[in-house]
C-alpha cells in the first residue's frame, strides 16, 4: 500500500515562539499542547480503556516510551515523532517547532488506508484540527495560564 503523508503548519504569536524557544526540549511542550488539548480530548478517552497502563500524559516524552497508542522514537528539541499500530493500521505522528519562523508543524503517516479514501479527507480535517488546538493551548501556557 502507498502511504499517506500530511504536513500542516501554524504560526505562532512573537511571545509564544520565544516562551517555546525558552525551553530546553520545546518538542516537549509540543507533545504536551498537541495531546493534553481540548480537542484530543474526545480521542483519548475513547482509547483510554484499552490502554490503562499507557492513558496518564508523561511529565516528559521518552525515546521508546509509550502514551496511549504511541511510541516516540524521535525526541529532539526541535522535532518529536511518535508511531503506532492496530491492526492493519500503523503510522506516525510528528509535531515540530521552527523557532525562526515562529511556526509549529503537525504531519502524519498513514499505512493501510488508500489514499484515495474519503477517511483521508476525514483525517485531514481532524488533524488541522488538532493541529488549531495544540495552537491554542500553547499560547495559553505562554500568557501564563495553568493548564
Not at 512573537?14 to 520545546?26: F, M, T
Not at 509540543?30 to 482509547?47: K, V, Y
Not at 496511549?68 to 524521535?74: A, I, N, R
Amino acid at each position: 500500500d502507498e502511504p499517506y503523508v500530511d504536513l500542516f503548519g501554524s504560526r505562532l504569536t512573537r511571545g509564544c515562539s520565544l516562551w517555546l524557544d525558552s525551553h530546553q526540549h520545546p518538542c516537549n511542550e509540543l507533545a504536551h499542547a498537541f495531546f493534553g488539548s481540548a480537542r484530543f480530548a474526545p480521542e483519548r478517552l475513547l482509547m483510554t480503556p484499552f490502554m490503562t497502563t499507557y492513558m496518564r500524559l508523561p511529565d516528559t516524552f521518552i525515546l521508546g516510551k509509550r502514551f496511549l497508542f504511541w511510541t516516540v522514537v524521535v525526541n529532539a528539541p526541535h522535532e518529536i515523532i511518535l508511531t503506532w499500530q492496530g491492526g492493519n493500521l500503523q503510522g506516525a505522528t510528528m509535531m515540530s517547532f521552527d523557532p525562526r519562523l515562529q511556526r509549529v508543524y503537525h504531519g502524519n503517516c498513514l499505512v493501510g488506508i488508500p489514499p484515495s479514501s474519503a477517511l483521508i479527507e476525514l483525517h485531514r480535517f481532524y488533524a488541522q484540527f488538532l493541529l488549531e488546538g495544540m495552537v491554542h493551548r500553547l499560547e495559553k501556557k505562554s500568557n501564563g495560564a495553568v493548564l
